[in-house]
């Protein structure tokens, strides 16, 4: 099962994936994604995702041909990302700070941030 959340704005579009990236869910999210197309920046936001089959690494690679971004923080859809080539977001940072909103933990700085507890 595949859930996708659009953002929508004057020049970015944000493609938030969670579940599985596969078959005719992936094809339904290239359409989707496809009346969207006169945007100048596609993010694809690949956190949630926990499985990608070969047809969404088609998709996948569709949106990198036309310039999309992805967010990819875990080592599972990171290497889906360097096989595919594709163009990863720095430090896989949020597609938020790409619209110049900061970061939930922005405000934060060394002593002052959380830190796990140890068991």
């Known amino acids: 099962m595949l859930r996708v959340e659009i953002r ?20 339904h999210a290239r359409t989707l994604t496809s009346l969207f197309a006169a945007r100048e920046k596609l993010f694809v936001d690949l956190t949630e995702i926990v499985f990608i089959d070969a047809v969404g690494e088609e998709v996948l690679s569709f949106f990198g041909q036309f310039g999309a971004e ?15 080539n594709l163009r990863v977001t720095p430090n896989g940072s949020s597609h938020l700070s790409a619209l110049g909103e900061p970061p939930a933990n922005a405000g934060q700085s060394g002593p002052n941030r959380s830190k796990p507890r140890r068991r």
Do not use: H, K, M, Q
């Open 8 to 27: 929508d704005s004057a020049d970015t579009l944000i493609l938030e994936l969670e579940g599985r990236f596969t078959g005719r869910d992936a094809e």
């Open 70 to 84: 992805f967010v990819a923080p875990n080592s599972y859809v990171l290497d889906v990302c360097e096989r595919l």
